[in-house]
């Protein structure tokens, strides 16, 4: 299984791609997508936009996961986190992928073991998990990676989950 991991941000958008193969995790790519601040919005979501079907058209997961929108005391930056997110669900939806999101606990669990961890243990797990020479860098980078790894353990739990509730509404 091969998943899109994505740290959604309209001006740095964190992505990492992930492969799960015989129980074993390998980091294909990662990397940020910058668009520059100044530009009108919609010609910075149609650059992150293109940016993202690309990656999809190169790499050709079977699943898109994204960090959940998270309001903190900024709500303008929530905002374009929340345009961002339209711009890569849009791209994962025209390519009928399915997108998954979770929260940041989520992913600190998933990958450290604990929801509170820090962004350096969370990077340094990462490099462990995916067995990198180095840690990955920009934290954007790091954290998508995360959330692809996050997606990767959970997608047979979640698909097994489904199909138990699809036999039991029958």
Known sequence: MVV????????NCGFGIVR??????AALDGGVLVTKPGRPAELR???LFDAVDELLERHAPQA?????LYFGQNARSAFAVGQARGAVLTAAGRRGLACHDYTPQQVKGAVCGSGRAGKEQVTRMVQALLALPAPPTP???????AVAICHANHAPLRAEAERAHAAAAR
């Open 64 to 68: 898109v996961a994204m960090e959940a």
């Open 4 to 11: 899109l991991g994505i740290d959604p941000g309209l001006a």
């Open 139 to 145: 934290d954007h980078a790091a954290d998508a990676l």
């Open 20 to 25: 799960l193969e015989g129980g074993r995790l």
């Open 45 to 47: 979501l149609a650059e």
